[in-house]
């Protein structure tokens, strides 16, 4: 319990202090325009008295909850807005006994200064000595300029740009202004020397803008220092410690490979190439030689070894799709006039029509494994094939399939492979005639 403070309020003071808090408690369940009834205020006065115990701690967890769920009660967002209700309004209502609530209005405000993010809190009150709250944790962008030692137009140019933490407040677009982590900016290490511009910076490591620029984005070259000054500068600390860890990883080269300058290296390769070439020799994974470098001009590395190119894999080769004319009577045991005969007849162009030279052996192939020539069948009995095709036709002329000659050509006789049997038997009943004939002559 605050006893000093309470036992200084008068009773008039500390009922008024009590029925506010207990209408806060009220007003964060339920919200309403107009003042509520004293007899709704009891059930809400324990929640009071347990707000002024444990001081600070139970206050500042009572403004925490106002802070997170402040009813809709003003389109402001500022922290006068916000705890008007007990911290300002009340403490100006009392006027003459405003010093009796003096030590409240200093815990509202000690919270403001440290947890409100959205806009500073500036306080304007004579009771209260500003050396008596903590330090603000955040500020203006005027805080921020005295802090960085340069103008407020300059401190609020940077917070737009993102070199200094920040964030706007306000809704309205005429009237907002930045709100500055202060604590954040107190950890900045401020240079202690001039800038150095990024083409001076690159200049002096002899390497390119843009690669210099590439190792800024990735992280090579850290900025733990802030500089004064445009963006487009790096401060000369950080410049120093990437130099002097550049040259650390640098050893004596030994005698059993062939070195050659680093910057030659780097000249063959792309700006984000040359950077991950620097990245590679600052952890580690690229050796650099050069005990005595005081620089990049200086470094080498070991000279890459000129590998012959492996000889291209022997090609498979392509399977035969098509066959000339000499090649199919070859494979497939075929007369010259029975390979042009069966090409026109299942529609294959042979040779010498629209510039096809060739007959396709997928069709040829598929086509054998159904039909079979008759001339194949008479061969195997030494008959001819015109005399089991008459015997055919004067038995079953179903059975026969015949190709038309064409081009003063001879045609073929096929038979579908289910009726070889059949035909077969065909030509073993001419040979036993022809045998029987000729006994009797």
Same mark, same amino acid.
């Not at 202060?182 to 001039?194: I, T």
């Given at each position: ?18 029925? &506010? ?15 509520? #009834? ?28 106002? @802070? ?11 922290? #006068? ?16 006994? %405003? ?18 993010? &959205?806009?500073? =809190? ?44 920040? &964030? ?15 604590? %954040?900016?107190? *950890? ?9 511009? @990024? ?7 002899? +390497? ?35 130099? &002097? ?19 030659? =290296? ?8 040359? %950077? ?14 050069? =005990? ?27 399977? +035969? ?5 000499? *090649?199919? #009577? ?47 069948? %008479?061969? #195997? ?17 179903? =059975? ?9 050509? *001879? ?7 289910? @009726? ?22």
């Amino acid at each position: 319990m605050p006893t000093d403070n309470l036992m200084q309020m008068d009773l008039d003071v500390f009922v008024r202090v009590a029925t &506010t808090i207990a209408n806060v408690y009220q007003a964060m369940a339920a919200w309403r325009p107009t003042p509520r #009834q004293y007899t709704q205020l009891v059930e809400a006065l324990p929640d009071a008295a347990n707000a002024l115990t444990d001081w600070p701690r139970n206050f500042e967890m009572l403004c925490k909850k106002w @802070h997170e769920n402040a009813p809709e009660r003003t389109r402001d967002d500022g922290f #006068q807005a916000k705890f008007e209700w007990l911290f300002v309004r009340l403490h100006k209502n009392l006027r003459e006994k %405003a010093p009796q609530t003096k030590f409240m209005l200093e815990a509202a405000c000690a919270y403001g200064n440290r947890r409100w993010d &959205t806009r500073p =809190v500036l306080i304007k009150n004579k009771h209260i000595d500003p050396s008596a709250l903590p330090m603000p944790r955040y500020g203006t962008a005027k805080a921020a300029a005295k802090l960085l030692g340069v103008d407020a137009i300059t401190a609020a140019r940077w917070a737009a740009s993102g070199r200094i933490p920040a &964030t706007r407040s306000g809704k309205s677009p005429g009237n907002r202004i930045w709100c500055v982590d202060l604590d %954040a900016l107190r *950890q900045f290490k401020f240079s202690r020397f001039a800038r150095v511009d @990024h083409r001076q910076a690159a200049r002096e490591l002899n +390497i390119s803008w843009r690669v210099f620029s590439e190792l800024r984005k990735s992280g090579a070259i850290e900025s733990t220092h802030f500089v004064v000054g445009r963006a487009g500068a790096v401060a000369r600390e950080d410049l120093d410690h990437f130099r &002097t860890d550049l040259l650390s990883k640098c050893v004596e080269p030994p005698n059993d490979i062939e070195t050659m300058p680093l910057l030659a =290296v780097l000249a063959r390769k792309s700006p984000v190439l040359q %950077a991950e070439t620097v990245r590679g020799i600052l952890t580690g994974a690229i050796p650099v030689y050069g =005990v005595s470098a005081e620089g990049l001009d200086g470094m080498l590395v070991e000279k890459p070894r000129r590998v012959d190119p492996d000889p291209p894999p022997a090609s498979e080769p392509k399977p +035969i799709t098509h066959l000339s004319q000499r *090649q199919a #009577q070859e494979q497939f045991g075929l007369w010259k006039y029975e390979v042009r005969a069966l090409a026109l007849w299942l529609g294959l162009r042979p040779w010498g029509e629209r510039g096809s030279k060739s007959i396709e052996i997928e069709k040829f192939s598929r086509f054998f494994t159904r039909y079979v020539l008759v001339r194949r069948i %008479a061969e #195997q009995y030494g008959l001819l094939s015109l005399q089991v095709v008459r015997a055919i036709r004067r038995l079953r002329p179903g =059975v026969l399939t015949t190709i038309p000659p064409s081009e003063g050509l *001879q045609g073929a006789y096929l038979i579908h492979r289910k @009726h070889v049997s059949y035909v077969r038997g065909v030509a073993r009943r001419l040979v036993k005639a022809r045998s029987s004939s000729g006994s009797r002559s």
